[in-house]
């Protein structure tokens, strides 16, 4: 608990510099909504919830605007229904945690539903009170919600985050011009035999890379990882996690779990054991390892939906999207969600939390299969590929690691440091690691 005291002040701190820059505060509060019976008095229908007019806000880091008839036409009857005004806010995202600290700290809050990634909000924004827990303003037992909040939205018991969908699509991303030209196994076709493991991508990711014009030096690789990212994924396709966190809040370290430490070991091993990692010419360019996959010089990339819309733009070769290899110790395939997962959350002093839950459940359709499949559409196009995004739903496995960002950071510098650099052991790494990962990790809340 004692760090999340100094995580609230240095959030405070940051607001009270937006709040130096806001002109003064409307202090006005609207009327309380008036709740009342539908009924039908000569004709005219009475509204069941009157909001006399009052501007409901939505904050995001995009526009969420509608702009289809369908949608235009439901916020409309929604607006007419509860008698209020439905406002999209746009707050860019390196400034919507510092803009919605502020406004609630003026007890204003930006809006009336914010949208956050969930590791920017859960825990911190749960332990430092400044979102509420919604559970009995929605029914979430309902079988509508996507069951990932549970993993995403979920604090010490409570609900404090919600979503109408998780289209949690991510995995590897393949270089099919690669994979034919060097008469490679087809990864989709593996996957769908139940042979996409872990043993299979690191032989198909070593013949990928080769010398191809004889100088002595690589010309194509096997894998290109932005950031080191790959290890987390890794662990969660070999059924394990980095962090567990229990009904109580309490967040346990499990990297010395056999099982993530299989996995740490075989991160290790991909750069230095099967030497298929294409190296890293700037470790701050986050671009770089996907710029180097759409100029087709590596096989395999693990990215999100947003690099396959990338790829789309930029490459001239064909490329496949397939689950993360299987781990040993797995069942089955699963979807990595990490920083990525987003929920919105209510915030202290919502004017109208209850009327808040009613419009967002008016508004927003759950389990649309048209909007999936026009945002699968927008990245991929080959049968095989939307077969595969087709089957990612409802297999996302959750790391809330990232949240806890002192120990996240500790881990990626030591494991890169000492695993990847200087090839220690995975397990002698655990060991030595864990005393102090879980002492920073209970001194974060």
């Not at 505060?25 to 909504?33: I, V």
């Amino acid at each position: 608990m004692k760090n999340s005291v100094v995580k609230l002040f240095a959030l405070i701190l940051s607001a009270f510099f937006v709040l130096l820059s806001l002109p003064g505060c409307n202090k006005k509060n609207s009327a309380q909504a008036e709740e009342n019976i539908e009924a039908t008095v000569n004709g005219t229908t009475v509204r069941e919830i009157d909001m006399e007019g009052y501007t409901f806000k939505i904050a995001q880091w995009w526009d969420a605007s509608p702009n289809e008839q369908g949608e235009i036409a439901r916020h409309k009857a929604v607006e007419e229904k509860y008698n209020c005004k439905i406002e999209y806010v746009i707050i860019p995202f390196h400034q919507i945690v510092s803009k919605f600290t502020s406004s609630v700290l003026s007890e204003e809050p930006v809006a009336d539903i914010i949208l956050f990634e969930a590791v920017n909000a859960i825990p911190v924004f749960a332990e430092s009170g400044f979102i509420i827990p919604v559970d009995e303003y929605f029914d979430f037992s309902d079988p509508k919600w996507p069951p990932i909040i549970k993993q995403t939205g979920r604090y010490k018991g409570r609900q404090y985050g919600f979503t109408n969908y998780s289209w949690d699509v991510a995995g590897i991303y393949y270089n099919k011009e690669i994979i034919h030209n060097e008469g490679l196994p087809d990864p989709f076709t593996l996957q769908e035999e139940g042979k996409w493991t872990w043993e299979k991508f690191a032989e198909i990711a070593q013949k990928a890379t080769k010398d191809i014009d004889g100088d002595g030096i690589n010309d194509q690789w096997g894998l290109a990882i932005q950031g080191h990212n790959l290890f987390s994924p890794l662990i969660l396709s070999n059924d394990a996690n980095i962090i567990e966190i229990d009904e109580t809040g309490k967040a346990t370290l499990t990297l010395d779990d056999p099982k993530a430490i299989e996995a740490l070991q075989f991160f290790a091993d991909l750069h230095n054991k099967y030497k298929v990692v294409m190296p890293v010419i700037d470790a701050d360019d986050w671009h770089e390892a996907p710029r180097n996959f759409s100029k087709g010089k590596v096989a395999f990339f693990f990215g999100q939906g947003w690099d396959g819309q990338d790829f789309r733009k930029a490459m001239d070769r064909d490329y496949g999207l397939v689950f993360m290899p299987k781990g040993p110790k797995a069942l089955d395939y699963i979807v990595p969600v990490q920083n990525e997962a987003k929920i919105y959350v209510m915030p202290k002093h919502a004017k109208y939390p209850k009327e808040a839950a009613m419009i967002f459940e008016k508004l927003f359709s759950f389990n649309d299969t048209e909007a999936f499949k026009s945002y699968i559409d927008s990245f991929l196009y080959s049968e095989a590929d939307l077969i595969t995004a087709y089957k990612m739903r409802g297999k996302g496995k959750v790391t809330m690691f990232h949240a806890y960002t002192g120990f996240s950071d500790m881990l990626y510098s030591k494991l890169v440091d000492e695993v990847v650099t200087n090839n220690v052991p995975a397990e002698i790494f655990v060991r030595s690691f864990k005393d102090e990962a879980q002492e920073t990790i209970d001194n974060e809340y």
